[in-house]
């Protein structure tokens, strides 16, 4: 890339951070009005607590913000992947919950043939590939078929919703009293020391963060993803068909093949997700059977809208919603209802499409300046000569 | 067959069970044909859904000690009907005016929507919880004179709701004004080829308000809808009967008499996922309770799979318009 190009690239980035930047300040400007609204007097405090976000917890906190992240990211660039590709997965919930509970069976079961120390990762690849799995269908009734994606997502996450509760009724992992699945303290995601770095201290007792070694696991999948996407071929059709789905074909792109793919690596994006979040050990989540749809799943969509799709500005997105939704944790010390964060992070997914426009605007002004000082280089030479 | 024996009792209480989960399915898949045929993707019925039922069920639990029967149902659905359209100015706005990625402001919508309703059912609820409780004082158990037709009558105008008919009402001014209208042909034309349309002089951006404004309000009335004959009490969730809606219309084909029929297919499965051990033919088959609930979804997934061959959305359907391009 020549200077002029990279400069050009480092402008658009440095608008696109500008715009979003702006989208988060009427976010909070419009929470800010919620909170004087509804208690006047607090409402300074208040809007302080949400701004510190994952801070108000200390080093604990911000651990948090981490924990809570992990799987926002794998769910956020599920959807994102998918978005670069033209197709609308609203189906990260299902994907989910099946990748989850292959992810716990395999961990509760597989432990004769798998040394201790990989049951972890074993139950992990198992979650990954189960998603992926369940990804695949609507990826093979859209692509073979003409099945809208969007309605056989839908119908996979609550096949996939009462499919699990079934078999984890049926299966050696379910705790018929709680109502739950089993601990699974023996295939739980290595800690990698970071409960040693994010722990606040309550008189002696030390109160570490859950935070644990799926982040390292969730950043990774995020820069992977990125490779694939801008550094190979592969990536670079996936993109083609999801920009004009007709020009790629008529370029020699097996456009369902695409289609295929994609959903499936989404589905074992959002698989890894659940797999992060159940191989929990005692006290850790469990996947509880109630018949309702993951909700994390769904977080995916704003996280992926909030970074453009772009799998490192997904990380970021991901990072901030965690870290905001920590505030609203502790805003209810001053007795606000941590629903406002909700409400602040819909506003400012709603103004980020402003920004979007913004950022064009920006991008066309800009290239008619180009145009005009090219223009101009032009007729000096032409006088010159 | 008589009225009293056989399997005959059994099939009154499933259709009239039906026409709960169907009917809300029916008013919300039609918002969302008015807006998807207008040339906007409306991903935010579920949340008008809840903001619909929230609002009007917030004004019966205030008006219930002064109020009861059809009158406070009417002005429920009215008030369902205006904020559904006032929540759904902003996706308008920015889909049609800004032309942004219509899954972007549907996506906020979607989010807002439960926090807005728990946040204002927290603070305004004398008990601070998010629930909010309404008697049930709607239930027609038999409409007079009708309900006394034979085989008709127990189907549609026994243990029924006046917003059965409101559906079926909805129903056929949807496809009269669609398919018999100067507004609908219309609002067709700026869903398959805005270019087309501006150029013999219609209003996009206008016609596109309209769509997308009409989807406002039946989503607004199908989440009231949708509450009052299966709860007494409404917690800032719709059940994802929304995303369900958006099936039902893409089942549907974008075509009213299609999404009626989907919505009945889709009604009649989930009812008898539901009321299965009320059906002894049904009870004493060997078959778990979960299966039977995710039969419905899997149904429609098949069901799909053998009709979508030549399934085509409006073909402007997500696109925005600028006039500037044309």
């Not at chain 1, 074993?122 to 990804?135: E, I, K, R």
């Not at chain 1, 919603?321 to 964060?341: D, H, K, S």
Request: with cysteine.
């Amino acid at each position: 890339m020549d200077k002029r190009g990279r400069l050009s690239k480092f402008g658009a980035g440095l608008t696109s951070a500008a715009s979003s930047a702006i989208a988060i300040l009427v976010g909070l400007a419009v929470g800010f009005i919620i909170l004087l609204a509804t208690n006047p007097g607090q409402a300074v405090r208040g809007l302080g607590v949400i701004v510190s976000g994952g801070f108000n917890g200390g080093m604990k906190g911000l651990g948090q913000v981490l924990y809570y992240a992990t799987p926002l990211i794998l769910t956020g660039l599920s959807v994102g992947f998918c978005f670069k590709t033209g197709l609308f997965n609203i189906g990260s919930s299902g994907q989910l919950i099946v990748g989850a509970f292959a992810g716990i069976w395999v961990g509760a079961n597989a432990a004769p043939w798998i040394p201790a120390p990989l049951l972890w990762l074993a139950a992990l690849l198992a979650a990954t590939l189960a998603g992926a799995a369940w990804g695949a269908i609507p990826g093979l009734f859209k692509s073979l078929l003409n099945v809208h994606e969007v309605i056989a997502c839908i119908m996979c996450n609550y096949i996939g919703m009462y499919g699990v509760n079934f078999l984890i009724k049926n299966s050696n992992v379910y705790d018929p009293l709680k109502n739950q699945t089993i601990d699974m303290t023996r295939a739980a995601i290595p800690k990698a020391g970071l409960d040693r770095i994010f722990f606040s201290l309550k008189g002696r007792f030390l109160d570490a963060s859950s935070v644990n070694g799926g982040i390292f696991i969730a950043l990774a999948l995020a820069i992977a993803t990125s490779v694939v996407l801008d550094r190979t071929v592969f990536g670079y059709e996936l993109k083609a068909c999801g920009l004009n789905r007709f020009a790629s074909r008529y370029a020699g792109i097996n456009e369902k093949r695409g289609i295929f793919l994609s959903l499936a690596i989404a589905g074992g994006l959002s698989g890894a997700a659940g797999g992060l979040m159940y191989l929990a050990p005692a006290g850790g989540l469990r996947i509880n059977v109630i018949e309702t749809l993951a909700a994390q799943g769904f977080n995916g969509i704003p996280v992926a809208l909030l970074g453009l799709s772009n799998p490192i500005g997904i990380i970021f997105s991901a990072l901030f919603v965690a870290y905001i939704e920590q505030g609203g944790y502790y805003l209810q010390r001053l007795e606000y209802m941590p629903e406002i964060i909700n409400i602040i992070i819909a506003v400012i997914i709603y103004f980020s499409a402003f920004a979007l426009l913004m950022r064009q605007a920006v991008g066309a002004a800009r290239s008619r300046l180009a145009r005009r000082s090219g223009k101009r280089a032009r007729g000096r030479e032409a006088g010159r000569a | 067959m008589s009225e009293s024996t056989g399997a005959w009792p059994i099939i009154v209480f499933l259709i009239q069970q039906m026409w709960y989960f169907s009917i809300p399915l029916l008013i919300v898949a039609l918002g969302g044909m008015f807006s998807e045929r207008s040339g906007v993707v409306n991903i935010a019925l579920e949340g008008i859904m809840v903001i619909g039922a929230f609002t009007s069920l917030f004004l019966i639990n205030r008006l219930q000690d002064t109020m009861s029967g059809q009158g406070l149902l009417c002005l429920a659905l009215l008030a369902a009907a205006v904020s559904g359209t006032l929540f759904t100015l902003p996706h308008a706005y920015a889909s049609i005016n800004l032309r942004s990625d219509q899954t972007i402001s549907g996506t906020a919508l979607n989010m807002a929507a439960p926090a807005i309703a728990i946040y204002v059912a927290r603070t305004f609820q004398e008990n601070h919880v998010q629930q909010v409780m309404f008697r049930n004082t709607f239930r027609l158990a038999s409409a007079p004179i009708l309900g006394d037709i034979p085989f008709v009558g127990p189907l549609l105008f026994r243990n029924a709701y006046l917003t059965t008919y409101i559906g079926f009402a909805i129903l056929i001014v949807s496809y009269i004004v669609l398919y018999k209208t100067r507004f609908g042909l219309r609002l067709r034309a700026c869903g398959e080829h805005p270019q087309a349309a501006d150029s013999v002089g219609v209003n996009v951006y206008r016609t596109r308000y309209a769509g997308v404004l009409i989807s406002g309000a039946l989503a607004g009335i199908g989440g009231l809808v949708f509450v009052i004959p299966t709860s007494t009490d409404f917690n800032a969730t719709v059940s994802g009967y929304g995303f369900l809606a958006l099936a039902v219309l893409i089942f549907g084909q974008w075509r009213p008499l299609r999404i009626f029929l989907a919505a009945l297919f889709f009604g009649l499965m989930k009812t008898i996922a539901s009321a299965y051990s009320g059906v002894p033919a049904l009870k004493t088959l060997p078959i778990p309770s979960d299966i039977y609930k995710m039969a419905p979804y899997a149904a429609t997934l098949a069901a799909l799979a053998l009709t979508s061959k030549r399934s085509q959305a409006p073909r402007a359907s997500g696109e925005p318009y600028d006039q500037g391009s044309r």
